[in-house]
């Protein structure tokens, strides 16, 4: 999704920073994303994304888009209500940690309400697919999921309701899965880069999806829940299946010193074999005329549980440091005392050259709250007009990074920033 | 969201058509969606949405986001799982109609499963309002919606699961509201004209909503499911609590003669009054210091249940015929015979110059299945290149509209497209 170029002023955003929070919330990026006003706890793992986070949303989904479009991946949209029968032919109605379920009040109609799609897509795909020829496919969505955590927790790192991009795909054999699982590692390491996450792929158990193995892909962050093992070149996941994996104890591979650290889980990827083919009896013709059975992948990203991961990585004591590519907005505007009109000019050639821009117009606000929430919210680049600076006909410019100040002449702010967002 | 250049062949589509289709479904969008592969039932009232559907689904979403925007609405994403206590505070648990209740099965947690979300919104927008300033404010969302239809029918226009922009707007006083529900009126009328559908407003009760007033968006068609009284002028709903309204009566506000006909509801807009103010206990502090409750109205659409009633009221005997604005992709192209080097070579060029082009490359298939193929997905325009339009040079373009056909010079061939997609 292109980013939509819409005016915003703080007086117009229905939500609001704030200085203070509960003493619960514990992780960083929990705190900074609620006083940023970015998000909402409606109840326990159950949020509300408010415009600035919906903002970086969107973002985020839109590289998604963009990379799995890139390696073939069809998007469709799947229906969150199940069919139990479905959960009962692969298996999973009893026995899925976290299954929601309800019923209809008409008939005898009970529902799953979808963690993951594969009882949807695997007969979708089966109804479709006749030859080889029709193979290899892939089928993607982005779309809300539900998981009933015992305990949800660090925000919408771990909610019971959350975004995810799902994505299946459908082999000849083992070799074309191979190759396309490869392909999907490169796509999510450029995603998470591209989001400011230098993420590290570690080996794991395959879980309740599949007893073949899987790979996750992990944020490093002491915030982070999940505990991994980690040499100079190796990472494995806590559930890995590798024996002897402790502090201080030597990689199975490198014969390193293995190291042990917590990292939020941004990614997973599964080899599914022929395990959902078979409980839904999907066929193709090969090219000798005989029935096979395809074999599969399936491929997550957390989105929402990424703006967590995000800010969890991208942070200092005063606030969150936004990289530029899922930034709300690129530019956050103050204009002190007597400046509304030069500072209302900018904002408005701003608008007309499609820089994102939050301009804080608010009157009743001291420079010293203004500067306070510019950090908090933690937009790259910051611009404050004062009677100051237009003496020297010039703005102070500041990237969120950085600690130092620049004046920027009026006449070449517009082109700098341009530049700048680029 | 803007439209995606995507590259897309035929046989790289999961999906497939279908000549024919059970007998269970009955009204003539619901065939031609399924027979095309733009949606797939998965159980009663719960649907996939292709691929074909899918990027009819992202270009009404994104005609109604631009619509939204323009008229200072904030976009959010609110969770599907609501607490039990707001909807116990607004008195809507026991009593809303086709309502999804479920449990964690941690503590002793209920929610219901969001059909509307001012249990969500009222109390969101309560916590940050404080000032005559903050208003008005207008939020919206697009987002998967829940109701436990008791028959749901018509495939994707009454489902139990379906897609919704709801939006939410607060206000000083009454005059203040009906200024902005006047605007709303006009953005919906552009978003359903944007769509290729003329839509009737007709006055309704509040329902389930409110006792106030309502109106309904109405697309006049034989295959609705909701009756409509009509005069030349005026349009009222069923439920409208205007009596005596029956086929010829007279109109009780332009005394013409009164005829009924069904229709589909594609949107609908309520004047809340304070109802859920009240309910939620929200406040803000007037000019003169008082404590003031705002007033609301509430604004739907169903982005799902629109791509039916599009289809609905746009095809013949032979299929779907898109409006440009929301069609999947603006060409249909087809190569016969010995043509696959000027085809492809066709739609390269299409694809450099960003015109969104399906090519239906299928060597399995004959002309006449091709051609069957291209009216059933109702594409805007079709270009068949054979061996006998290359003789001269050209090929045949075609507006599914009409029944003309037309040769076009290769040399301007793109050019005359991208005139013709504007």
């Known amino acids: 999704?292109?980013?939509?170029?819409?005016?915003?002023?703080?007086?117009?955003?229905?939500?609001?920073?704030?200085?203070?929070?509960?003493?619960?919330?514990?992780?960083?990026?929990?705190?900074?994303?609620?006083?940023?006003?970015?998000?909402?706890?409606?109840?326990?793992?159950?949020?509300?994304?408010?415009?600035?986070?919906?903002?970086?949303?969107?973002?985020?989904?839109?590289?998604?888009?963009?990379?799995?479009?890139?390696?073939?991946?069809?998007?469709?949209?799947?229906?969150?209500?199940?069919?139990?029968?479905?959960?009962?032919?692969?298996?999973?109605?009893?026995?899925?940690?976290?299954?929601?379920?309800?019923?209809?009040?008409?008939?005898?109609?009970?529902y799953a309400l979808g963690p993951t799609h594969e009882e949807i897509i695997f007969p979708l795909v089966g109804k479709f697919l006749s030859s080889y020829k029709d193979l290899p496919v892939s089928v993607y969505q982005i779309q809300s999921k539900f998981r009933d955590e015992k305990r949800p927790k660090s925000g919408i790192i771990r909610g019971r309701e959350f975004r995810m991009k799902d994505m299946y795909s459908f082999h000849e054999n083992q070799e074309d899965l191979s190759l396309y699982y490869e392909k999907v590692k490169k796509s999510y390491l450029n995603i998470f880069k591209t989001c400011g996450i230098q993420a590290k792929i570690t080996k794991a158990s395959g879980g309740t999806f599949t007893k073949k193995y899987s790979h996750e892909f992990m944020a490093i962050s002491d915030a982070g829940e999940d505990l991994i093992f980690a040499c100079e070149k190796c990472f494995y996941a806590e559930n890995s299946e590798i024996s002897n994996l402790k502090e201080n104890s030597l990689c199975p591979e490198c014969k390193n010193k293995i190291i042990s650290c917590k990292a939020i889980e941004i990614g997973n990827i599964f080899d599914l074999g022929q395990k959902f083919s078979k409980d839904f009896d999907i066929f193709y013709t090969d090219k000798n005329g005989d029935k096979k059975m395809p074999v599969s992948g399936c491929y997550g990203i957390g989105t929402s549980r990424l703006i967590g991961a995000i800010v969890e990585v991208n942070n200092d004591d005063k606030g969150i440091i936004w990289p530029k590519s899922v930034a709300p907005f690129q530019v956050y505007l103050i204009g002190l005392n007597k400046t509304k009109k030069e500072t209302d000019k900018i904002y408005q050639s701003f608008l007309e050259n499609n820089i994102e821009v939050l301009y804080d117009d608010r009157q009743d606000k001291t420079a010293g709250e203004k500067f306070a929430d510019s950090d908090l919210i933690g937009l790259p680049f910051r611009i404050v007009v004062s009677e100051k600076t237009l003496e020297k006909q010039s703005v102070e410019f500041k990237k969120r990074k950085s600690k130092q100040t620049e004046l920027i002449a009026l006449k070449n702010l517009t082109e700098r920033i341009k530049n700048e967002v680029k």
């Open 1 to 110: 999704m292109e980013n939509k170029k819409i005016k915003m002023k703080t007086t117009q955003l229905f939500t609001a920073t704030s200085k203070t929070i509960g003493d619960e919330i514990k992780s960083k990026s929990h705190q900074l994303l609620v006083r940023g006003g970015f998000i909402n706890q409606e109840m326990a793992g159950i949020y509300t994304i408010l415009p600035l986070g919906f903002k970086v949303l969107l973002k985020i989904e839109d590289t998604v888009r963009k990379e799995m479009d890139l390696i073939g991946a069809q998007e469709v949209l799947m229906p969150a209500l199940h069919p139990k029968e479905r959960w009962i032919q692969s298996e999973r109605w009893d026995n899925f940690d976290g299954l929601f379920k309800l019923k209809s009040q008409w008939g005898n109609v009970e």
